[in-house]
């Protein structure tokens, strides 16, 4: 391994120097701050001499470059990350202790970089890490968002949205390179010049901003492979800076191009709800494709000339979604209008080197702009887009049965709308879903058209986990339990971790599974009680759903469990419950009026249930408030039971699933997305597993035949007074009945299956707890599970990537 200290003592003086020069202040007397800045700021430099090594080794090797283009980025805290990824955690962490300084506490005041949503973001993170571990030359390529997703603070039980300035206190990891800033233009008409028989457009009459990249190292594990994120921020071409307007005293108006430009990078849209058709969020879009593809060629060009036809052996351009689904039409532009080659040259080059991941098939989540909109913002890029519709529309056999309507469903155009799936599908030589089942449905249903076209297209890429973030720096206790019993070699190699299995006979070794796992239950009770004042009993059974707040997820389905498993302990003596700990924790997009009142009634069911002395040895319910990588890493490890209860059909994979079952947590969850790859991995006796399949999902939904009411009617004394207590005031004391889940649940005849699949989910849930009594059985199952996680580590997604797609 590579080190990038010789010594602790070389590192000791190295840092003191470092603090010194950023705060001007002896060692002793700085502040956290400082001192966390000194140290990440040191690493990063080390990182970038790393880096630029990295560089010159591929460059000299030949290597084929992937540009991962996605417009989020969840990359969380890099410190522990990149000291573990270097090698030299625990050396830091003697020499800090020996300065009288704690490594920990540096660790936390490490702004949480939230450049995203969840999944999706978290993904294309494990993805970056995985990439310099397996030393591909990959490069992530987003956007540099001033404000990352709003903080959740939670008053009255309601979500409420306070600006997370990550940056306001500097952020040492990143680099400003105006040098490679790049002009972007928006806006202007096409112009057509006549030379010799071609004619060559240009749009003239833009309005341009810069966009400026901020380099981020990724430090690969074993300290080997450098790579870089590179994010771009939007900032004004020149300064037109209003001198008059300021000496009037219009000092907005005075400096009003540079907020226009800045407000391109200042906000990261929810993907959810709602936030479709924004302007700023379509150029924002156009911003990071065309800037990226520019660095990309650039390098390329540096390297091997403009021999375009080799673009293809030595780029791979992936897109993350249909957000940078313009890299198509942005490519085909630079080929024709500068480099100028060929329609089909140019063509042939674009379509050998992209590749497209779909994320969703949730139908309202698929990306559509308004002809009208896009062709004023870009009309070149429109233009293009229009013509590869004409050749796409021109190249169906007209004699074939049915070519009219698989026109329309594969139409880039349509109904006046730009339809960016399937421009990314078009021009792609590779399309993939995200687990098995979600490639199944891309392509039985969502995408058949293009699959029956071109089904040599069509890939599966079941996501995957950084088991280095995700294990090894989340549960310090567990891992060290781990390498104990099997070696280290699971950092670098997941597969590894199936050498437990053998453990599972060992009855000492699983009564430490357990110890370790209830060590991390005190880490986050302490935590809970931090920041909600909440105390939970890590003796109790710690049931965990945290992610993004959907209908489709069903935290409804679970907080009604734990309103019926309470109202049962209120009514009926003889019924009881292993001692549970319900916990949640997740964001709601802002406009998504339904998410946040599901968060509302968790926070109200525990205002009631965590006060009543009548049952509060048996159940306490705990939302945690702003879920983020950084408290994420404190709740997987802690987990027991892992709720993955989407209406089956609905998650295209889940990656806390795989977090979770790599920690440990048996997974209680439908045959949904990755779920169904867990439990034939796993083995469906160590998970537990309910509910309606996708096909009966299908069949009921084609039936005609399900009626909301009268499942509702069926169980009146259970699932009937459940529903009833939405508006009889039972939870009403924090902040108001719950009129609207009731009558949105009732009025689209429960869309989401939540009463449907109710009572065999309480049912499961009662089975899997009734036995967590035998500790020793569930100590081996846990075990079991993280046994079996070794194939969701991402980096084996990663290289089915590299030989499948990219072929790098
Ligand atoms: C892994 C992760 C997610 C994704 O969770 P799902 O349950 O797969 O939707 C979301 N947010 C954060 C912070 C994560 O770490």
Redesign the pocket.
Known sequence: MDTIFNSKQEFIEEYREAVRELSGKKFEITSDIDRFNALAGLIASKARSVSARTDDRFKKEGKKRVYYFSIEF?I?RLLDNYLINFGIRDMVDEALREMGCNLDDLCRMEPDAAL????L???AACFLDSMAHEDIAGYGNGMRYRYGLFKQEIVDGRQVEVADEWLSRGYPWEVRRPDKAVRIGFGGHVVGHTEGDRIFYSVEGTEDVLAVPYDIPVVGFGGKTVNKLRVWSAEPIDEHFDLEAFNRGEYAMADASRADAEAISAILYPNDAGEHGRLLRLKQEYLFVAAGIRTALDVFRREHGAKWELLPDYVAIHTNDTHPAMCGPELMRILMDEEKLTWEEAWDIVTKTISYTNHTILPEALEKWPIATFSKLLPRIYDIIDEINRRWRDSFDTSQEGWQERLRKTSVLWDGEVRMANLSVICSHSVNGVAKIHTDILKRSVLNDFYALTPEKFNNKTNG?TPRR?LAEANPSYSKLITEAIGPKWMDDADELKKLVEFEKDPSFLVRVGDSKRQNKVRLARYVRRETGLVIDPDSIFDVQ???FHAY?RQLMNIMKVMDLYNRLLDDSSFSIQPTTFIFS?KAASSYTFAKEVIRLINSVADVVNNDSRVNDLMKVCFIPN???S???LI?PAAEISE?ISTAGK?A???????LMMNGAITLGTMD?ANIEIAQLAGEENEKIFGLTTPEVEELRASGNYFAWDVVNADRDRLGRVMSELTDNTFAGLSGNFDSIHNEVMSNNDYDLVLKDFRSYVDAWEELTSSYADTRDWNRRALHNTAMSGWFSSDRTIREYRDEIWHA
Do not use: C, D, P, W
């Open positions: 969840l969380g995203g949503n969840g999944g973001g978290r993904l986990i995700f945290v992610k993004r997820k997740g879920f983020r990588v408290n994420a890493q997987y993955q998650e994979s889940g990656t806390s699933n795989m977090k997305g």
